[in-house]
């Protein structure tokens, strides 16, 4: 089973729509989880933290259900610059590694 | 903004050939990685640097690579004898004690050929 895993996609929605993404792990003992951006043959971009409280920054909403051991990112108002590549990422062990998955991506159309 | 430095941005070379990458982190970051991304595939890790030692290295970081520290400001990867298959971006990263947002270099594309 990987690690992290994320249907790729893609996710073609018109501008304002409202789109969700989900994402599971594998590994119960993973202590912190984030959203990160990537742009077509770019660096990854971090997005946000994901808490069990869940958290709100803007138009993006992201929640984790450690039970189920699920996260999602929720994007609200859909702009054409959010177009790009959505990576679920988790942090594993105590060296500060990154646990990618594949990514989603997401095409917001005019 | 603060930023993390990769060159060359594109490396290609022939087969068997040792490569360099380069990485200026962070300047007050303690924390180093390098990952790769073959394309269309997901980002990977390959190893971790602390403290002037490794801390932990993947599978795909076999004896073909290593790191070096050498000067308190670079940060290289280094491909032995380079292979078809190690064409892919490679991203170096840095970050702070106690922060988990890392800060990603723009990449160094390599193409084996």
């Known amino acids: 089973r990987k690690e992290v895993e994320q249907d790729p996609g893609p996710f073609n929605v018109p501008e304002g729509a409202t789109v969700a993404f989900n994402c599971t792990y594998s590994?119960?003992?993973?202590?912190?989880f984030f959203w990160y951006r990537q742009d077509c043959r770019k660096e990854p971009k971090l997005l946000m933290s994901?808490?069990?409280s869940g958290n709100e920054d803007g138009r993006f909403t992201a929640q984790l259900n450690r039970a189920s051991q699920y996260i999602s990112l929720l994007i609200r108002d859909s702009k054409l610059s959010d177009s790009a590549t959505y990576l679920c990422?988790?942090?594993?062990?105590?060296?500060?590694?990154?646990?990618f998955g594949q990514g989603t991506t997401l095409q917001v159309k005019p | 903004e603060p930023e993390v430095t990769q060159t060359p941005s594109h490396q290609v070379t022939q087969m068997g050939q040792e490569v360099i990458l380069r990485c200026v982190p962070i300047?007050?970051?303690?924390?180093f990685y390098w990952y790769r991304q073959i394309l269309g595939q997901k980002v990977e890790f390959l190893v971790s640097?602390?403290?002037?030692?490794?801390?932990?290295k993947s599978e795909i970081f076999d004896d073909q690579f290593s790191v070096e520290r050498p000067d308190g400001s670079n940060f290289t990867l280094k491909i032995r004898s380079t292979k078809l298959e190690d064409s892919a971006m490679y991203f170096c990263?840095?970050?702070?004690?106690?922060?988990?947002?890392?800060?990603f270099g723009s990449g160094t594309r390599l193409t084996v050929v």
């Open positions: 990422v988790a942090l594993a062990g105590n060296t500060g590694k990154l646990i």
């Open positions: 640097f602390y403290n002037n030692e490794i801390s932990e």
């Open positions: 994901v808490y069990s």
């Open positions: 990263a840095s970050r702070d004690r106690g922060q988990y947002g890392y800060t």
């Open positions: 300047s007050n970051h303690l924390y």
């Open positions: 590994n119960s003992a993973s202590q912190s």
